[in-house]
């Protein structure tokens, strides 16, 4: 017997996680939060001149890219076994598949969309991140408007292929549903938005001033008498 839904789903090897749900959410807490603390404080020291939102932009890939390239990775990597594994990062998957059992039962398309964010939308991330600190507006901007853009992607396939399936994978208890299956995701959704419409700004902004400075360039000079 296992925990997910649909209940019909065949778990072969299954083993409940040695872990309980506040340990696990408590450590993932810490590990999140003590190193972005550290970050934003290196930021406040050696980088003054970053803004607000540049800082909160840093942090953001940063911490998308280590998810993305290290529990995620994890899981691409153990995408046959993970349902007998018993250890912390396997515990962290076998409680959060209680919102969607997709990431239990072996999927293609989840794998799919792992692999995609584990080796593209991983590193992309974390070199934007690199971009932001070292202030390289051009690096920074392509970077941010790429990632956010597969963010949103893969997003839109997440949710809209568990929202039109027949059976539910996600427990019918509200605390999986909203607050694990939306409210853990909604992040990779509006911060991606803001990121998208501030590069496109910023990006369009440039292009004007560019097309600006050619047409002076071109004008002829006017000869006076």
Known sequence: MHPYYPQSLALQGYVEPKHSPAF?????SLIVVLPLLTIYTATKLYRPQLTKNDRLALLWFILSGSLHCILEL???LN?????ANTDFASSLWKEY???DSRY???NPLVYVLESITVFIA???SLST???I???SSIGRYLGQLVVSLMHLYSAALYFGTEFIAKESNCRPELVYFAGYLVAMNLPWILVPSWLITESFGVITHGMVIAKERKNTQAEPLKVTE
């Open 24 to 28: 696990l959410l408590a450590s993932m």
């Open 74 to 76: 994890y899981y691409i």
């Open 79 to 83: 995408f046959t076994t993970i349902a």
């Open 97 to 99: 598949a209680k919102s």
């Open 104 to 106: 239990l039962a072996q």
């Open 122 to 124: 991983g590193p992309l």
């Open 129 to 131: 991140a690199w971009c």
């Open 133 to 135: 600190w070292q202030q």
